[in-house]
């Protein structure tokens, strides 16, 4: 095995490509310590690592091996330093030493120290390695008994040209215009040949005239330095970022409209007038048993005019709006991403043979010494083995902690909703007539925040078990384990964000019942019922507090907090390892490189997306209930974008650069929650919002056409003498002069002969409620196919500039072929007399 | 303007990429009619023209000068004889001689002869060009005052080995192991020397492991010979037909079960019993006004026990399996044609530079010299023009025919419903007692043959339309002027041939009215019903005579007789105009190229497509209502895929070869339909059917579970007495017995307090109609998405195939580039000494 540096994240570890003189990472500009000491060539790579000398052997005898994977083990950081050129290291084959027969073999060295011994012998095998690749290294020497050691690597010209080479990097070859001719596939003669041409120091990729490309660029712009600087895969997170706050803006606008829409039209709203009459006192039937008393409609006047705020007619037209705009976004990713793919040079880049990961491999050996120890088994059928009977059973296993967790989540939303019914209840019963009269607001305020802290924690932990089950899958590669990874984590956090927003949207008060039939949760604990202005009151407020809350605390408490404690700790922890060893020795100016390795090291970009995608689910998935939402993730964002890039630029440790044609499997994700929020906002306005009952009784029960009377046909009766016994009003006032109350429902009256049944009018508001979503839902599919097909995924001016590269390379190849016939005829016609004369010479 | 050869079919023209000793076309084997006279060059390529002497001027002033583009101008076809390589002439630049004002010069020969004159200048100066470009042609003797004349061409070696670089097309390079070597793009010395290597004469591209892969290709490996021989655009289509061909399969296989399930569950049906049942009798409201009794529902027992056949709960099963199979299918295709597209070698295949069609060109300079001659404007305006200003006015009047031509199609339809509508009427006032006894049956039959006539006709006429249509749209390239083409075609003919379907489907009997107050279309003519077992077996009946009446008449009349017709109309006309001419020359073995120019000429593979297409769609989109579909189907398309072989073997010219990485916009077409045919088959269960009120009714209205009773439950009554006056039956023997009759909707009783109006149980079937739509189309999408996202597009053992290769040709290449600079260090090491030698001896 070789060494398993830096936490599996290491193989193949790649350059970064680029060169940029000067432009070195954070504010440190010691130069001089970027070289090798004494010497002109450049640090392009720094691998370090703790070691402990045979020297001095402490005989811990108790303390535990450390495992080989620990991150402080080896760890890898890179400088800002690099030429341009895509390195990979192609391990070797047969390098799989394994680790547990060695470690038995010296074991009377002492645990530990046997440990550190193997260590060495990989160490040294794996410079070996390197140095056998063609690269340069410089090692400190191992001055104390312990401590930190960094091994600088220096990559030579011809190793990284025929790495180039290798990993078909295209590049200016010739200055025609402004075409750039691509680099033939793995020719070295005909690679060195325009090589020779090429003048000027290499240029950074990414041409002039993406600048003028983009005026709105303001996020974008400002990242592409950075690109340059971290490789293709981060370029492209910035881009998307960009396009996406870009998206947002008129998102935003509109959403604003629509919301200030609400706002005026909020007094010549016909049916919260109504609610507010106090003439038309509508007696309502209690809302909880024997405690409660009959309550009047008109109290609920408030939540009724601030629903209709984010309930009117714009919000079916703004969620209409926000479908195609999530498919324009799409299109405009797709045609972004082939332009950058363009001028980034990856139009070529096909996929590489990745090297399956160091732990998919150990796996394998183990596997195979184990039935090489037990049996003699058939060697393919072990191979075969890993691949799909380990595979079952693992899949199994994780189907199982999927379930359970997602049941984890709903048991954690149920328990909010007992929370809720109880305490609403335990508050009821208070004398406090302040308490009693807050009793909706408090109840919903503190059980969304508790709903917010347990989606917090939830998240870490569903990170941690992703990320878990995914080791224990063992994937094969490095791509494999991040899509795996995502999948997971993103169904995982998805449900996590979402339940309780989906609860409230579509389950809160459809199982209450009705008067005289309600249903118990518990003996005595009636389900939840909806606010008087319905349910889409509550949905923005859970909304709105869940998406600011997390975005608040997770981008600033946990993006930005936490690292700078962890660092901190460290630090401190570095520090007094330190401390004794630092004393002898005289303290030196630190180099780059040991400022760098006090920072975080780079995790991937897993967490940013994640945050992103469960972002656009808020934006897009019930933008119907929440027109603002686009403006929270809009002002979220810009101050995002450039915490991202403060803390990819002085937080963390240079990433290894990967090069990336797209985003893989976010773009899948992305367009899944584009078809979801179609049929989620034809549901939350035919089911959620009063949209459908308003306008069938506008058009169909109204005597003149107007809203007038809406609130009465809403309201269905139910005669109190059939109240069950022990659950009608305990201390009410007027109890005596009631006959009838009226609920929220469609159902016949007492006095028909089926009384309480839903009524005709319930048959046919559900027929038009589904007779929406199936309108909306394909009219909007249609237009989104309709954009998707009008948009061409290649931008024109990119395909055609394509195709004049393409005439102007085959041109360029036909001449440069006459011109070498040509060179290779009068060679012919210069060697031929001369042999001849040789020959006569001879003779 | 070059040539416009053959009907504006032929820039860029490109010969046949394959090579094949002695398997020529049809049955002629005049292998000495293969060359050129006394060489042993192949002819590879023959064009052929209609000439005229000058010395023969008949000066026919009075006849018209023949338009430029006519298809006997000159004709060009090929025959079997070529080698591999893809050939592609390009164009001169500056080749836009105007021909109006060379026309004008030379006038004074007469019209006719000004225009031969001309035609003769351009041939002659593009077999210039050919001759130019390195090709070797051949002509015959124009030893008669007019007639046939055959240019042979033939492509040397050189030739077809540059252009086969300058199009990257791989071959065979070396023989490790399994794996074929790409060919390094464009380098001519690299290629070379590979071609060096090259002992075998040039294999077929298609490798035997293709054979083995597909065990049950009987359509599909017979049809990989004229694959070999016809070119990759051919190829795919065999490749799609014989895919869907064995797709078929299954499905026939679960359409006959589906069916089979409806006869034997026939005897247990309760509902069709119970209509059946004469002591039921239920007194049915007349079907007519005046002319028509009131009727017992047992006389309708025969198409209720039929329409279980088609109307059983084994169709919704079967309409799932049928959308999930539209997708499997795509799937598959997507992997058959990356599979192909490995084995046929076009993996690496990009799109070329297109060459704007002649027809473009000519416009341009039309424009360019119109505005030359009228004003001065900027030329980049006029360029402009084209493609903006010209197309929007052509934009807007293709949308008005395209509209037009829809309305055409509606009313035909219309016209259709109103000659069954006055038929019944007018049968029904015969005395005959057998024809009123089979009205329906006579309607329905005549008036769907009506149907099949019209769609037939007007399928013709629309052909020709969307021809024209894109013809004045003027596209740039060939490519483009195809997709649009096929795109109208397909809209056009989609609408025609499904319109009548749709009527049937979703709108006949539903805009009825009710007894008492009938929906009128003329005075005293009702709109047409369903018969009392629902549309649905009508629907089955449109759909089959349809389906097979234009399968059958299409592809056996059409395809098969009017070509035959055409040839032998062609050869008449031919053999009369040369009649004259024959007899003075002695009459020679006819050559190949005069067997093969009385062949039909090849005019694209379009309409066999659109056929397919459209049977398609017959196959899933109303799949619910004819399980048989794909039975006739797969009983087709045996048939079809050996006439169309046959044709193209024997009846057509060789097509001009078109390299083709995909289908291009059918695939778009296909999955469109696909999607299309989900949202149809969930309306086609729950709104025409009778699933859904029958499971409304057993599991919510009947008293005891069961479905005793349906029947009744479905009938809603009627005073005979709210009849309007003059509408009651005339001479019914039993209208004073009768107080109530029955009519099958949902309405309130006579005796309800809203008489007549929609009762409850309407509004809630219309809901749980509804919800099923919802349900279904939600569910059959789901399973599509993640049927697609379960397959991989790739298939694994072709991408490990690439992928393995792709590491093979690093190494070759690595290897080869060692050996390179060994041998130029040992040349450098022989000419260095002899220079030396050289120096020295002249000194």
Not at 259 to 265: A, E, K, M, V
Not at 781 to 797: A, E, Q, T
Request: charged share 20%; aromatic share 12%; net charge neutral.
């Amino acid at each position: 095995e070789r060494f398993s540096i830096h936490n599996t994240h290491v193989f193949p570890f790649q350059i970064i490509n680029n060169y940029l003189d000067g432009t070195q990472r954070g504010a440190v500009d010691s130069v001089s310590g970027m070289h090798f000491r004494g010497s002109k060539r450049k640090v392009d790579y720094v691998l370090a690592y703790h070691y402990r000398k045979r020297l001095a052997q402490h005989q811990q005898g108790t303390s535990p091996p450390e495992p080989m994977n620990r991150a402080d083990s080896m760890a890898v950081f890179s400088n800002g330093e690099t030429r341009k050129g895509h390195l990979e290291l192609q391990p070797d084959s047969g390098q799989h030493i394994p680790q547990e027969p060695l470690g038995a073999q010296v074991i009377e060295l002492g645990p530990l120290d046997a440990l550190e011994e193997e260590k060495r012998l990989q160490r040294e095998e794996y410079e070996h390695n390197l140095v056998a690749a063609g690269l340069e290294i410089e090692k400190d020497a191992e001055n104390k008994s312990q401590g930190l050691s960094f091994v600088r690597i220096h990559a030579p010209w011809q190793v990284l040209s025929r790495e180039a080479e290798l990993h078909k990097i295209k590049m200016p070859t010739k200055k025609v215009s402004i075409f750039y001719l691509l680099s033939t596939r793995g020719i070295l003669k005909k690679l060195n040949e325009i090589w020779c041409k090429l003048t000027e120091p290499l240029q950074p990729q990414v041409p002039q005239e993406n600048t003028k490309m983009k005026s709105l660029s303001y996020p974008f712009s400002r990242e592409k330095m950075y690109l340059k600087y971290f490789g293709e895969k981060i370029g492209l997170y910035f881009a998307w970022l960009g396009l996406y706050t870009e998206f947002l803006i008129p998102s935003s606008v509109v959403g604003i409209f629509v919301f200030l829409y609400g706002c005026i039209t909020i007094e010549s709203d016909i049916p919260s007038k109504e609610m507010c009459d106090q003439r038309n006192a509508f007696t309502m039937c209690p809302l909880c048993d024997k405690f409660c008393d009959y309550w009047n409609l008109s109290s609920a006047c408030a939540t009724a005019r601030a629903s209709h705020l984010f309930d009117n007619p714009a919000t079916v037209f703004f969620s209409i709006f926000m479908a195609l705009w999530a498919t324009m976004f799409l299109e405009q990713w797709k045609r972004l991403q082939m332009r950058l793919s363009y001028f980034w040079d990856l139009t070529g880049l096909e996929e590489e043979e990745e090297h399956p990961r160091p732990e998919y491999e150990t796996k394998l050996l183990q596997k195979k010494l184990k039935n090489k120890s037990t049996t003699t088994e058939d060697p393919n059928e072990v191979r075969c083995g890993l691949s799909f009977h380990l595979h079952f059973d693992i899949f199994c296993y994780i189907v199982i902690i999927f379930l359970s967790l997602i049941m984890l989540t709903f048991s954690a939303v149920f328990g909010v909703i007992v929370y809720r019914i109880t305490t609403a209840a335990a508050l009821s019963f208070s004398t406090n007539e302040t308490t009693r009269s807050n009793i909706r607001v408090t109840v919903t305020a503190t059980a969304v925040i508790i709903n917010l802290i347990v989606i917090l924690i939830l998240d870490e932990i569903y990170g941690a078990v992703a990320k878990w089950l995914t080791e224990i899958e063992v994937p094969k590669t490095e791509k494999a384990f991040e899509e795996r990874l995502i999948l997971k984590a993103f169904l995982l956090k998805f449900v996590n964000s979402y339940a309780p927003i989906f609860y409230v949207a579509f389950f809160k008060g459809r199982f209450v019942g009705r008067p005289g039939h309600y249903v118990y949760v518990f003996d005595g604990y009636r389900m939840e019922e909806c606010a008087p202005g319905g349910c889409l009151m509550e949905l923005c407020i859970q909304l709105s507090i869940i998406m600011l809350g997390k975005q608040l605390i997770q981008n600033n408490l946990f993006e930005i907090g936490i690292p700078k404690l962890k660092k901190l700790f460290r630090k401190l922890k570095d520090g007094r390892t330190e401390l004794k060893e630092m004393n002898t020795n005289q303290s030196k100016d630190p180099q780059q490189w040991d400022l760098d390795y006090s920072l975080e090291p780079f995790t991937g970009l897993t967490p940013e997306y994640m945050e992103m995608i469960i972002q656009f689910g808020f934006v897009t998935l019930f933008v119907a209930s929440f027109p603002l939402a686009p403006l929270f993730a809009l002002l979220n964002n810009i101050i995002e974008v450039r915490l991202d890039a403060k803390k990819f630029v002085t937080e963390l440790r240079r990433p290894d650069t990967v090069r990336a044609k797209d985003i893989g499997i976010w773009y899948n994700i992305l367009s899944g929650i584009g078809k979801l929020s179609v049929i989620i906002n034809a549901f939350v306005i035919a089911v959620t919002s009063d949209f459908i009952p308003r306008l069938m009784y506008q058009y169909a029960y109204s005597q003149n056409g107007t809203m007038h009377g809406f609130v009465n046909h809403t309201l269905s009766y139910f005669n109190v003498s059939h109240l069950k016994a022990g659950t009608q009003p305990e201390n009410s006032p007027f109890a005596q002069d009631i006959l009838f109350c009226r609920f929220k429902d469609y159902r016949e009256p007492p006095w028909s002969p089926n009384q309480y049944e839903f009524s005709k009018q319930y048959w046919a508001v559900l027929s038009a409620r589904l007779a929406f979503v199936i309108l909306f839902q394909n009219l909007v599919m249609f237009l989104s196919v309709l954009v998707d097909w009008m948009i061409p995924d290649i931008p024109k001016d990119i395909s055609e500039q394509i195709k004049k590269e393409k005439s102007v390379l085959v041109d360029f190849f036909l001449k440069e072929e006459h011109e070498k016939l040509k060179l290779i005829e009068s060679f012919i016609t210069r060697i031929m007399p001369l042999n001849k004369h040789q020959c006569e010479a001879d003779n």
